[in-house]
T-cell receptor
């Protein structure tokens, strides 16, 4: 009954460090997404993958890269972390980008000092 | 006009009250509509889809008004456990789903 699984749940980085956030779904969904959520800002889409083998930029892609490793997994990489990237990161998946509800992981809380 | 607009609230209501939120959208190509619930520091969870004819799930009723381009969520007999932030989402046409910033609901004893 896992749904969408994100790792790690918490992370503290120093400015300039790199890290990869992992996301996996077991619902056989085609589409996957990465969001960040900051206080008062709502969910902002970083990148999404409509289907295996494709990725597209969302609203706030700068400073991030993604990899759709296979149908199940979609990772988010911060190459050189900055304090402005301190946020809660949510991964989500859906059957399709259009007209299908998204299911979310429980988030990664990332602090960059 | 923003793509999706929600009154951030908070809506502060007593237990047992009926409360309603609206969410307006600007893209007339929107085809699918959803309400999500998000508890503090938790992930958003799908509450219900919104169908053209309106739909009900227990104490929750969702409606769509295409002419005025908004959806609504009505909660009857509010419970303390209904306290959360409610997010609306629009999808359709050729664009990716768009989330509103959410409406905060506080139900007090």
């Amino acid at each position: 009954n896992a749904g969408v699984t994100q790792t790690p749940k918490f992370q503290v980085l120093k400015t300039g460090q790199s890290m990869t956030l992992q996301c996996a779904q077991d619902m056989n969904h085609n589409s996957m997404y990465w969001y960040r959520q900051d206080p008062g800002m709502g969910l902002r889409l970083i990148y999404y993958s409509a289907s295996e083998g494709t990725t597209d930029k969302g609203e706030v892609p700068n400073g991030y890269n993604v990899s759709r490793l296979n149908k199940r997994e979609f990772s988010l990489r911060l190459e050189s972390a900055a304090p402005s990237q301190t946020s809660v990161y949510f991964c989500a998946s859906s059957g399709a980008v259009i007209n299908q509800p998204q299911h979310f992981g429980d988030g990664t809380r990332l602090s960059i000092l | 006009r923003k793509e999706v607009e929600q009154d951030p609230g908070p809506f502060n209501v007593p237990e047992g009250a009926t409360v309603a939120f609206n969410c307006t959208y600007s893209n007339s190509a929107s085809q699918s509509f959803f309400w999500y619930r998000q508890d503090c520091r938790k992930e958003p969870k799908l509450l219900m889809s919104v169908y053209s004819s309106g739909n009900e799930d227990g104490r929750f009723t969702a409606q769509l008004n295409r002419a005025s381009q908004y959806i609504s969520l009505l909660i009857r007999d509010s419970k303390l456990s209904d306290s959360a932030t409610y997010l609306c989402v629009f999808s359709g046409g050729s664009y990716i789903p768009t989330f509103g910033r959410g409406t905060s609901l506080i139900v007090h004893p």
